[in-house]
């Protein structure tokens, strides 16, 4: 692979970086974590594919022996550590242990400077790592990347720009990329047996365990990230694969859909109106058109003092009302005790909410969404149809089979559609 001239260097990446060529340049995602772009030459390998390379701090084998003594030390000394409750006390702790087990180079030799043969005489031991500060730096990173945060996939998660992460056994992970489109990663799985541990640990994790018996599974990542994972070989012919739709940590507001042109000023008002007055509405689209998006976008133009009630599959549902019941399935290998959207929307009308919000009909759920509409409870949910005569057609047949009848307790549906702008 030939890189010629010296990569340009980008902070935040603007969308115009589309239009550099040769396609050579580096942005950070997150301190210490840095993205290189390439395109290579169309007579050179991969020619005509871009490429997208996670740059973070690799350890040298000397540091690697460090890492592992380190970790070893930190699990014998875990069960004294104070608790915690949430991910970033964790972290917090970890980051402390770690400068207390190590000591920088420069404060060792003044210690031996200071005391000679003093820890001999008295019998000390002190067991901690002389490192450098970089070194420190490096371990840190590392250590608190695999143990806390998402392993091999740190670089990837943490890159904003992206939008669906695909990875397909042990082949190199690709990216839909918001600004260069499908890209190819240099991070890989190298062994089965890893890729097999990780998204063992990665759905225990998040609460959705998976297995030979359960190879199917949807859940969110600790950062809204939705995943989706297929683990059986005979299931999955190529190895076990996943797919991560990566969203914003902020809440895109209404005004922002406004500018990207995904919905006009007017439209955006009759919506304010629709929602004020306790209409009903779907929110429609194809597979990635920005429905979820649009739907937390338009979700402040309810009334703040009201009560919501969302129920989902996955959470991905933003409310910032103050009095919101979150519900979500559960599920359980005893039929008693799995949670479907079925039974979560039952308890709705018995909870008296001004808004019922699904995140996603998809089966017999659609029929009880209509029934909520009927009994006077105002529904927003998000629909996998292009078009009415679509949706209307989803909805009539299995295996949802709403009476074609009850579609005036429909307000008003909002349809999204993927389109490519000119250059792509």
Request: some cysteine.
């Amino acid at each position: 692979m030939r890189y010629g001239s010296r990569p340009i260097y980008y902070g935040p990446l603007d969308r115009d970086a589309k239009k550099e060529r040769p396609l050579n340049l580096i942005y950070v995602t997150r301190e210490p974590i840095f993205v290189h772009i390439y395109e290579p030459p169309a007579d050179d390998d991969g020619g005509g594919t871009i490429l997208w390379f996670g740059l973070e701090p690799q350890l040298t084998e000397e540091e690697e022996n460090i890492r592992r003594e380190l970790v070893e030390t930190l699990l014998q000394e875990a069960p004294t550590a104070p608790s915690f409750t949430t991910d970033n006390e964790f972290e917090n702790i970890l980051q402390q242990m770690i400068e207390r087990y190590t000591i920088l180079d420069t404060e060792a030799r003044n210690i031996v400077r200071r005391q000679g043969r003093l820890w001999e005489m008295v019998g000390m031991d002190d067991k901690r790592l002389t490192v450098t500060q970089a070194q420190r730096e490096r371990l840190s990173y590392v250590v608190i990347r695999d143990l806390i945060r998402n392993g091999p996939l740190e670089p990837l998660l943490s890159d904003e720009m992206l939008e669906d992460i695909h990875s397909v056994g042990l082949k190199h992970i690709h990216m839909d990329h918001k600004v260069f489109g499908m890209v190819t990663s240099n991070i890989r799985f190298r062994e089965r047996e890893l890729l097999s541990r990780y998204l063992r640990a990665m759905s225990e994790r998040i609460g959705r365990p998976v297995s030979d018996n359960k190879p199917i599974i949807d859940g969110v990542l600790l950062d809204g990230s939705r995943i989706n994972i297929i683990f059986s070989d005979d299931v999955s012919m190529l190895g076990p694969s996943f797919t991560i739709r990566k969203f914003a940590e902020e809440t895109i507001s209404v005004i922002q859909l406004i500018k990207w042109g995904t919905m006009s000023a007017q439209q955006a008002a009759y919506i304010w109106i629709c929602l004020e007055y306790g209409m009903s509405v779907l929110v429609s689209g194809e597979t990635a058109s920005g429905k979820t998006t649009t739907l937390n976008a338009i979700l402040p133009f309810i009334d703040h003092n009201v009560k919501i009630y969302s129920a989902e599959d996955t959470p991905e549902v933003k409310v910032r009302h103050k009095i919101w019941q979150r519900l979500v399935t559960r599920d359980a290998k005893n039929e008693d005790s799995r949670v479907e959207m079925f039974d979560l929307l039952k308890a709705a009308l018995r909870s008296r909410p001004r808004y019922i919000i699904i995140g996603e009909i998809r089966g017999v759920e659609g029929a009880t969404a209509f029934q909520a509409m009927q009994t006077g409870h105002p529904v927003i949910a998000t629909f996998h149809a292009s078009s009415i005569v679509k949706m209307i057609q989803r909805f009539t047949g299995d295996p949802i089979n709403v009476p074609i009848r009850f579609f005036d307790n429909l307000n008003f549906a909002i349809f999204q559609e993927v389109v490519e702008a000119p250059g792509g």
